[in-house]
């Protein structure tokens, strides 16, 4: 999945990251598709440098390592409101078929309080003004949802006119990578389609781990496995974080850069990516968090 979202910013200029599983694919996109990318934070670093994934938008490491830092205002006044970033990458508590994020509350069921989530921040922002949006979450129905409980983010409203119709510039979410494949709006309804499958994930699990009816492109792609050198880069930057000062102390990293157990050895067959009821192989099963 961080492999896949990192390639998703090959040719970009500049991305405004989000934090989290948006912060290492764009980090990862410096480190292998992409070197001149520039990363653009929230707190008005321009073209940050991290050594390791940022904690938070306030890490230090982002200012330190920056071309430039201006104020909050003038990022989202000047550079975001104003069409200047190319590329906006988000994650989500949850998503709804036509795109729009949640990540303000959910409902926990009668007689439980709601569950409180941290909010908007720049999210509705960066999804109204980039040049477009892309997304990167776990799959599964807790996250993937027919109703949202709270609308957050504009992704594509209800359908394909009403970005436009609310005057929003950008052209919203282009895709929502996950760790079992792709999702992209359909060109007519701007309804998420299964365009893609991780090696050894079939439709099927895709569609069960969906709140809602999902469609199917005419042709599903299967994405290519993550290379020797890119599962290095990934793994070379989470140790950094690990180790780095401020980083909790019982974290550890889960595998080191000389660790080749999940570099898969061959392809799927297309066969699998239809729905086939043949089960993944174990090295796609580990590798698949990594693709």
Known sequence: MEVNAARALAGARTCFVGIGLPSTAANLARRTVNPDLVLVYESGTIGSKPTRLPLSIG???LADT???????????NYWLQGGRIDVGFLGAAQVDRF???????VRRGPGRPEGRLPGAGGAPEIAANCGQVLMVLRHSRRNFVGTLDFVTTLGHGAGPRDRAALGLPGAGPTAVITDLGV????????ELVLTEL???VTVQQVREATGWDLKEAERIGVTAP???AELAALRALKAATHTSPGAPAH??????????????????PSATAHGTSHAPTAAARRSRKDA
């Open 251 to 268: 974290h550890t990293p889960a595998a080191t850069a000389q660790d080749t157990s999940a570099v898969p050895t061959h392809r799927i």
């Open 59 to 61: 890490d230090g490491e």
């Open 66 to 76: 920056a071309d430039s830092v201006v104020s909050v205002p003038e990022m989202f």
């Open 198 to 200: 991780h090696p050894g």
């Open 183 to 190: 999702l992209r709006p359909d060109p007519l309804t701007a």
């Open 226 to 228: 993550p290379t020797a």
């Open 99 to 105: 795109a729009n994020i949640n990540t303000t509350v």
